[in-house]
């Protein structure tokens, strides 16, 4: 089964906040969520915490670049059960802007806990070009055998 991923839900909020909350949305069982967490401030702060949908969020790598006011965090968890809600970003400082998406993967590995066998590396690669930066790479997803 070839690995393919979905957005589940995705967002932004451009006033200074501490705490985003997404949308609701269904949580499907034995699938793998990734969350991507984008932050801008000066300096950059990071995510703290993301709660929601009966799931175990952990963050899996982080990264800051474009001179060090803006933050990338990459978190996954893993679903046992369908479920309902909204999940909730909370920032480690306030941000004057946050935005989020959140991808519901199917085809991976789902044996280990909280996805960890399912995203391969930490990966991630950044280029600047006149001032702005750009992600190269994503998280490798490992393919169910």
Same mark, same amino acid.
């Given at each position: 089964?070839?690995?393919?991923?979905?957005?589940?839900?995705?967002?932004?909020?451009?006033?200074?906040?501490?705490?985003?909350?997404?949308?609701?949305?269904?949580?499907?069982?034995?699938?793998?969520?990734?969350?991507?967490?984008?932050?801008?401030?000066?300096?950059?702060?990071?995510?703290?915490?993301?709660?929601?949908?009966?799931?175990?969020?952990?963050?899996?790598? =982080?990264? +800051?670049?474009?001179?060090?006011?803006? *933050?990338?965090?990459? %978190?996954?968890? !893993?679903? &046992?059960?369908?479920?309902? /809600?909204?999940?909730?970003?909370?920032? =480690?400082? +306030?941000?004057?802007?946050?935005?989020? *998406?959140?991808?519901? %993967?199917?085809? !991976?590995? &789902?044996?280990?806990?909280? /996805?960890?066998?399912?995203?391969?590396? =930490?990966?991630?690669?950044?280029?600047?070009?006149?001032?702005?930066?750009?992600?190269?790479?994503?998280?490798?997803?490992?393919?169910?055998?």
């Amino acid at each position: 089964m070839a690995v393919t991923g979905t957005v589940a839900v995705f967002g932004q909020i451009d006033t200074n906040t501490s705490v985003a909350s997404t949308a609701s949305f269904a949580f499907a069982a034995n699938k793998l969520y990734t969350i991507a967490v984008g932050n801008g401030s000066s300096p950059a702060g990071s995510t703290s915490s993301i709660t929601g949908g009966g799931l175990t969020w952990v963050q899996h790598t =982080s990264r +800051t670049f474009n001179n060090t006011t803006m *933050n990338l965090d990459f %978190w996954r968890a !893993m679903s &046992t059960a369908p479920a309902t /809600g909204s999940l909730t970003i909370t920032m =480690s400082k +306030t941000c004057s802007r946050v935005n989020w *998406n959140c991808i519901e %993967w199917v085809g !991976m590995f &789902t044996s280990s806990t909280n /996805g960890f066998d399912a995203v391969a590396s =930490s990966n991630i690669i950044t280029q600047s070009t006149n001032a702005t930066s750009s992600i190269l790479g994503t998280l490798p997803i490992t393919a169910a055998a």
